[in-house]
């Protein structure tokens, strides 16, 4: 489990990872957090946490993004994750050969 999560919490940490997407990679990056959202449970703020640093990486690695949101809200009890950038997407080839590794 981060550290950072046990200590500061996951509207923290994500904070932390915004910044240093920033200032690391000249990507904007910014947190939304629902007010309500509220979680006691460690497990699922490191998953969350894991979840929108992988999707991060990816909207820098592969969509080439040069602004990414991570918004965290809650609605009847369930919790939704969303990370959205303004990266390129592309078609994959349709006529792709091989067996995927």
């Not at 910044?19 to 699922?44: F, I, Y």
Request: aromatic share 4%; net charge negative.
């Amino acid at each position: 489990m981060p550290s950072e999560i046990v200590q500061y919490g996951l509207h923290e940490s994500l904070i932390e990872l915004a910044e240093s997407t920033t200032e690391s990679c000249g990507v904007k990056c910014v947190v939304q957090m629902d007010g309500s959202v509220s979680m006691s449970d460690a497990g699922v703020e490191t998953h969350l946490y894991r979840i929108a640093q992988e999707a991060v990486n990816n909207a820098i690695r592969h969509a080439r993004a040069s602004y990414i949101e991570i918004a965290v809200s809650s609605e009847n009890g369930m919790l939704q994750l969303m990370v959205a950038d303004d990266g390129t997407w592309k078609e994959p080839a349709e006529n792709l050969r091989g067996i995927g590794l």
